[in-house]
């Protein structure tokens, strides 16, 4: 149990949000508008790597060393289109803005770094965790980036069509941030906070080691 | 419209207005990961310029001869083009190392990667089933051969020009003063916010 | 060569079991695709045009061809005639405009006189919370209903305001609804009064 709580664990610590982020870069700028559509794309990358991990896992033994690339990226372009086909079938109105993006988890490269480096080499629950745990750290970054271009960009947060958050109406928003551009600005000011913050950290662990 | 000049629409279309890197958001990690320098982002731009187009054809030849007419398209798209991609991208390699030792060194460390750029798998699938990713709304309900590859030329092309433009601020960026929070990656991004506001210019050329 | 072998089968099961996944999975979904897809045209028929109902007019029928080629830039994808206790009251038009990112699918209501009873977005690809304001703000879109009866491009431009931040995404609508006029001048008007 301890082993399993630290194989996620090490997937969620977003000690560093660029190892999670620069590997899923693609999807995670271009979703990121709405809050709405950030957390059903998390949650298709979360299932994705899941599931994956654990096919790969579970057959680890039978996967032969030379072929097993190919071998993987047919199991997760398997999810994928199964996530792609059900969202489709059930969240019809997710899916018109997402369906593109969709059959781009194939190549999203956390999944196939996961199965090869991870899941090939260890047993299924703890595979589980580290889909989990990486899946999760995943999804709360892509939240956050939309949470943060969605309020400044439209002045509100709106889920399923009822506003949570609603800044004050003299705001003015700038639609830029909506904008492709306005991704990349963000996310260059999110990577420079998360820096901020780990070194407030680090200077705070410091201090109180040096204590006697 | 003579063949010619919708041809021409079509590349510049591909290339700039309609920019996968920048006015898309496919293909951004070779973006981000080999743009640190000038040689390395060049070799990159062949690489892609050099598996795009052969993958677009294989992907093309076997969604109109083989999916398309199995009528199992719709479900067994996406391992079917990746794994060509990646099959090709393997032969590729291998003919390149015994063949032309010389373009192997160029480009040859690049192949591997591109097998998990999502820039090839978009561009292949666009053009056997356009339209699905919108990557160009002036292409039609299908293309034919050539279309299919003056298409993904323009798309691989606008990708390597986007790329070393970036790789070429980036290393500008490196003798700037920039504060210590930014150094690095996030400059960068926001480099490529500016960039990619310069590419919004290009919209509406040519009423593409 | 049992070796090769080997990875050459263990590559095969794979493709295979996963195909059939997949197409077990197809199997599964397709009919409800289907069915979403109905249901979302038929909501937007009914929100341009309440208590109506409507009939698809075939690929063979002469106004089909006539509005394509009347909608042009605009795509043209399908006409329905509507009906309202059994008497035509209108037509309803569904085109595909070219938005900010990628075709918008459009469906317009025209009432027998040439003026518009309502736009529906079906689809669209444009940036949330900017081009997606042409369905969130509901003014823009009742707009439409202040054309007079055979309205003209001129017309649709004069009367439509563009939303601020949002201008191509507008014209998307905009150009939709001005294809809209021009087919019901050069088709519908001439097959006004016909009786089913």
Known sequence: MK????????????????????????ATLAVSTQVQNAVFMGFAVVFVLTMSNVIVSAFRRQIPTEVRIPIFIVVIASFVTIVDLSMNAFVPGIYQVLGIWIPLIVVNCVILG???????????????????????GYWSVIVLLAALRELFGTGRIVWFDTALVQLPSGYQPPGLLLLFPGAFLVFGFMIAGSRWANEKLEARKEARACRP | MSTVSQMALLFIGAALVNNILLTRFIGLCPFFGVSGNMETSLGMSLAVVFVMTMASSATWVVWQYVLEPLGVGEFLYIPAFILIIASLVQFVEMYLRKASPVLYRAMGIYLPLITTNCAVLAAATESAK????????????SLS??????YTLGVSV??????????????????????????????????ASLLSLAYIGFSGWFGL | MPKSFRLVLSVLVTCVIAATGLALTYGATAPRIEEQKRLAEQRSLEAVMPGATFETAGEADPLVAAAETAAAPVDFVALYRAFSDGQ?????????????????QLVIGLDTSGSVTGVSILSMNETPGLGTKVKSEAWFIEQAGELQPG????????????????????????????AAGRIYLEVLAGEEGEAR
């Open chain 1, 3 to 26: 082993e399993w709580y630290a194989a996620f664990r090490q997937g969620l610590s977003i000690e560093n949000p660029l190892t999670v982020l620069m590997i899923g870069l693609c």
């Open chain 1, 114 to 136: 996961r199965a090869e480096a991870f899941a090939y080499h260890n047993r299924v629950s703890l595979s589980i965790a580290d889909g989990l745990g990486m899946g999760i």
């Open chain 2, 130 to 141: 356009p339209g699905f990713f919108k990557l160009n709304i002036a292409l039609g309900s």
């Open chain 2, 145 to 150: 051969l050539g279309e299919a590859l003056v």
């Open chain 2, 158 to 191: 606008g990708f390597g020009f986007a790329l070393v433009t970036f790789a070429a601020l980036r290393e500008r960026l490196e003798l700037a003063p920039v504060s210590r929070l930014f150094k690095g990656t996030p400059i960068a991004f926001i480099t």
């Open chain 3, 88 to 104: 035509q009251v209108g037509w309803a038009l569904r085109l595909a405009s070219r938005g900010y990112a990628g075709p918008m």
């Open chain 3, 151 to 178: 309205f003209t491009d001129a017309d649709v431009r004069g009367t439509m305001d563009a939303i601020s931040g949002a201008t191509r995404s507008s014209n998307g609508v905009r150009n939709g609804v001005a």
